[in-house]
Structures are given as C-alpha cells and as structure tokens.
Nanobody, 125 residues
Framework: QTHVVESGGQLVQAGGSLRLSCAAS????????IGWFRQAPGKEREYVARISTTGAATYYADSVKGRFTISRDNAKNTAYLQMDSLQPEDTALYYC??????????????????WGRGTQVTVSS
C-alpha cells in the first residue's frame, strides 16, 4: 500500500507564500506521478498541478499557473508545491495524490488511486 502524507499548510496573509510537502512511505515515490488537488468547503475537489516521475514534465490548472510550482526530490522521496502570491480564494484543504505513470488523464480525482489526508491552507485578506 502506498501512503502519502502532506504537510506545510498554515494560515498566511494574502500575497504570501507557502511550500507544501508530500512525503511517501511504503514505496519509492519516484515510481509515481504526483498530483496536488484542493477542496474548499462546499466545493468539489479541484485539480491543481501534477508532475511526472522525473520532474521533467509539469502541468497546472489555469487558476494557479504562474503562481504555483510543483517539484519533486526523488532522493528525499518527497514532492513539493510552492505557492506564491496566495489569495483568499486559494483557501482549501490541499491533498497530495499518487498514480502510476500514464499517458492520459490526471486532472480528475478518480484518476488517482492513492491519497493523503490533506493539509489546510488558509489565506486571510
């Protein structure tokens, strides 16, 4: 069983930055694509970004493009989501997810079999 654990969420002021971490246990993270999703109260889980096994390919939702950066350090078995220029609408529970490499899909929660429990990011205005 592959487990991922998120950390780094906290309260931050608008315009600030945070870096979320996603650590893996049970298996080597380098074998998996990693994705970040978020879910605000009363809303559906939303795709944020994903990264290939080597980190050579990264993809972002339009809502975070240019502000968020996904990366990974396979030697540390950890992936990251650097979030800059945070806005109140970025407030959500942020989830890390893992999946086997695939050519298609990746923006739907159903595409990802392994999930963490989330880390809360709150952006105050």
């Amino acid at each position: 069983q592959t487990h991922v654990v998120e950390s780094g969420g906290q309260l931050v002021q608008a315009g600030g930055s945070l870096r979320l971490s996603c650590a893996a246990s049970g298996r080597t993270l380098s074998s998996y694509f990693i994705g970040w999703f978020r879910q605000a109260p009363g809303k559906e889980r939303e795709y944020v970004a994903r990264i290939s096994t080597t980190g050579a390919a990264t993809y972002y939702a339009d809502s975070v493009k240019g502000r968020f950066t996904i990366s990974r350090d396979n030697a540390k078995n950890t992936a990251y989501l650097q979030m800059d220029s945070l806005q109140p609408e970025d407030t959500a529970l942020y989830y890390c997810a893992a999946r086997a490499p695939a050519v298609t899909g990746g923006v739907k929660p159903a595409d990802w079999p392994y999930w963490g429990r989330g880390t809360q990011v709150t952006v105050s205005s």
